[in-house]
């Protein structure tokens, strides 16, 4: 029982330090300080295995070859393993292959010089001990196996690392760490395929700031960036815990798709998104503040699809900034419909 203990406890602990890098991983204490220890743990968690197997298989007590071979048979295991590790750190081309070839080779090696040693143990006649055919292909299936499952899991996370880190880049404004445009495409199609299949309302709500130019000349460019980015993050909380998108267009537009039963909780919505907007923020100690006007055209009545639903509420958005006004529309079969209106006129 004590080496099955000691195989399942190397085996957690081999585990813990193979996650330390993942930050949603729960337990992290430690983990840091394992991490080093991980190819030990996993060789000692193998190599007890193995030795269960092969002296369980031949009907042998523990105690058959003494203490000193096992040492030596185990050694040469967790050898063999941070020898693997080595290679990998080098990190030429099918350094993950060769690595698992290496492990293959260890084990494969080390079962056979086992069953040879017991065999002459005194303990009676081994079947298929010694270095023979059966042991060549033994050997070669081994280091094809573990070279394959090295390899090809390693390169299947590497890739797979890649293509979200690639697809982050490509559907994340770099600026506010919103979605972006391409974000925005992908989403709107399918918030139209639910939409359209479940009779389930959403609205377009198109955010443009105002006095936003005033900024960027009187304190420059790098000012004007972080007003965005304190707007964007201001944004992104109050969406954090909704289904609903919201992303960067580019410039000073915003654009939301919200869900919605009826009217008045987008009108809600829209008040809460133009209190935000146009409150103060401070950046670098000074209190700066922008306008804001949001248009805003609903699916289906006044579009279904994305062009024809941000056209709309691209008008209702100008029907504003023409009367240099901020405030809230709504895009009405043609018209526009002002939900509310400030008294104190944008600069636009």
Request: with cysteine; hydrophobic share 45%; charged share 15%.
């Amino acid at each position: 029982m004590m080496m099955e203990l000691v195989s399942f406890v190397s085996a957690c602990l081999a585990l813990l330090g193979a996650l330390y890098k993942l930050d949603d991983v729960a337990f992290t204490f430690g983990r840091n300080t394992i991490k080093p220890f991980v190819p030990f743990f996993m060789a000692t968690s193998i190599w007890c295995i193995h030795y269960i197997i092969l002296f369980r298989a031949m009907g042998l007590e523990h105690n058959t070859v003494g203490l000193l071979y096992p040492l030596m048979s185990y050694l040469f295991v967790v050898f063999g393993f941070y020898c693997a590790i080595k290679v990998i750190d080098l990190g030429f081309a099918f350094s993950n292959y060769v690595s698992g070839a290496i492990i293959g080779l260890f084990i494969a090696t080390d079962h056979i010089v086992d069953k040879y040693a017991l065999a002459h143990s005194g303990t009676g006649p081994v079947m298929g001990a010694g270095l023979n055919v059966h042991s060549l292909v033994l050997v070669l299936s081994f280091v094809m196996l573990w070279s394959s499952i090295v390899g090809y899991l390693t390169d299947y996370f590497k890739n797979h690392e890649i293509i979200s880190h690639l697809k982050t880049i490509a559907y994340t404004d770099n600026l506010t760490n919103l979605s972006n445009r391409n974000a925005l495409n992908d989403h709107f199609g399918e918030m139209l395929a639910k939409s359209a299949q479940t009779a389930k309302n959403f609205a377009c709500m198109m955010i443009d700031l105002n006095k936003f130019k005033d900024i960027n000349d009187t304190y420059g460019h790098l000012v004007g960036d972080e007003i965005l980015r304190v707007i964007g993050g201001k944004l992104k909380d109050v969406f954090e815990k909704t289904h609903d998108f919201i992303g960067r267009l580019g410039g000073d537009e915003f654009i939301v798709l919200a869900s919605y039963e009826h009217v008045v909780e987008i009108e809600a919505l829209s008040d809460t998104i133009y209190r935000l907007v146009v409150e103060a923020h401070c950046v670098n100690d000074i209190p700066l503040q922008v306008g804001c006007c949001i248009g805003i055209s609903l699916f289906p009545e006044d579009g279904t699809t994305q062009k024809s639903l941000m056209g709309h509420a691209d008008i209702s958005l100008y029907e504003m900034k023409k009367n240099h006004r901020d405030g809230v529309c709504f895009y009405n079969k043609g018209s526009v419909r002002t939900v509310f209106a400030p008294d104190v006129p944008a600069s636009v």
